[in-house]
Structures are given as C-alpha cells and as structure tokens.
T-cell receptor, first 115, second 116 residues
Framework: GQQLNQSPQSMFIQEGEDVSMNCTSS?????WLWYKQDPGEGPVLLIA?????ELTSNGRLTAQFGITRKDSFLNISASIPSDVGIYFC???????????????FGKGMKLTVNP | NAGVTQTPKFQVLKTGQSMTLQCAQD?????MYWYRQDPGMGLRLIYY???????DKGEVPNGYNVSRLNKREFSLRLESAAPSQTSVYFC???????????????FGNGTRLTVT
C-alpha cells in the first residue's frame, strides 16, 4: 500500500525554539493533513492543504503542500510546553472509480518541549 | 459536545476471547472509521463505513468484523482475540467520505486493548 515517510521520528527542544517536520511519499496525494495527538486522546486536525504549492498558517503553525504533490512540511514557531504531543501527517488518496476517500497516515513525530 | 464516544476505554482479554468495541457519534456524520494505533506504526485503517448500510475493508481487516448499526453507531468486533491485536483502537467520523477541511475526521479518545 501507499507509504508516508515522516521525519524526524522525535524531537527534544527548548521552549521558544522553532520546530520543522516533513512527510514524503512516492505516491501523489490530493490532500495533505496534519494532526496532533495529546497523550491519552485521539488525533485532532491542525491544518489541511488542498493545492500543490499551498502555504497555510494557523497561529504559530505553518504548513505547505509540496509542488510535486508528494510531500508536505509543518513548522511550529516559538514552541510552548502545550505543543508536546505526537504530530501526524496524512495524505488523502482518491479511490479509483469514485467511492470513499481514505487517509494514509505517517508514523508520527513525538515532540518534547523543555520549559 | 460529546462528539465521538468510545467504550470501553480499557480492556484486557485472554487469547481466544471475543469482544465488541462500541462507537457512537452525535454529529450526524455519514462516514465512520475504525483505526488501530501501534507504536512506530502510525494509524492504520481497519474498516470503514462510507454511509449507513455500507462497510468496507481498510488496510488491516483480518481478525475483525464491523457493524454499522445505524447512522450514529459503528461497532468493531474481535471474534477470537490474539496477542497481535493488542493496540489502541480509535473510532472516527466525518460528515461524508470526502475529507475536506470542512469535513475533517473527528476521533474518539480510544480504547486501549491488551490481549494476553
């Protein structure tokens, strides 16, 4: 099946630092999504990207949909302790001949922020 | 504002036992999904239901069955649990099969299952 390569797998940073993570694939995606998962909870959508080259911000978060449609990155600026969690990228593939569209998830990046 | 509710939150089973994980959403969403999350593996789709009355296999369906009981409820059944099914199970819903920003996946808080 389709695979997403998410890197890095984990990061340890100091409060106030910026963070960058990315996802790549050999497949072409119609949509890139970024989710965050807090401990003991389900993932929550942070940003959705729909067009190649699109750059979208949500507060301190910025994400881009790669021109080749095979990659995306997420940046977090001026990190704070509540940014701790696991960040997942997800790519949306459209099924052939119509039908439901499903997400393929990356393996996640665990972020630790030291105050 | 319950969103997606999963029960139970924790469960321990012996190999060979059966159980059903329950999921209900109160957002009038059409599509519902079951994922499993394992360390270093991310989220993998087990089964999904694009709309009431339909179900389809996802990436890892073996050993599971599902029932879309009505528009609100989508259950996952393990007929004969195996240690390999030890995982965290997430139910999710979306307004429709399409996953746009206006129709994102809403996840429950998970069921932590251990099979000994």
């Amino acid at each position: 099946g389709q695979q997403l390569n998410q890197s890095p797998q984990s990061m340890f940073i100091q409060e106030g630092e910026d963070v960058s993570m990315n996802c790549t694939s050999s497949s072409i995606f119609n949509t890139w999504l970024w989710y965050k998962q807090d401990p003991g909870e389900g993932p929550v959508l942070l940003i959705a990207l729909y067009k190649a080259g699109e750059l979208t911000s949500n507060g301190r978060l910025t994400a881009q949909f790669g021109i080749t449609r095979k990659d995306s990155f997420l940046n977090i600026s001026a990190s704070i302790p509540s940014d701790v969690g696991i960040y997942f990228c997800a790519g949306q593939l459209r099924r052939p001949q119509g039908g439901s569209e499903k997400l393929v998830f990356g393996k996640g990046m665990k972020l630790t922020v030291n105050p | 504002n319950a969103g997606v509710t999963q029960t139970p939150k924790f469960q321990v089973l012996k190999t060979g036992q059966s159980m059903t994980l329950q999921c209900a959403q109160d957002m009038n969403h059409n599509s519902m999904y079951w994922y499993r999350q394992d360390p270093g593996m991310g989220l993998r789709l087990i089964y999904y239901s694009a709309s009431e009355g339909t179900t389809d296999k996802g990436e890892v369906p073996n050993g599971y069955n599902v029932s879309r009981l009505n528009k609100r409820e989508f259950s996952l059944r393990l007929e004969s649990a195996a240690p390999s099914q030890t995982s965290v199970y997430f139910c999710a819903s979306s307004e429709r099969g399409g996953l746009t920003y206006n129709s994102p996946l809403h996840f429950g808080n998970g069921t932590r299952l251990t099979v000994t």
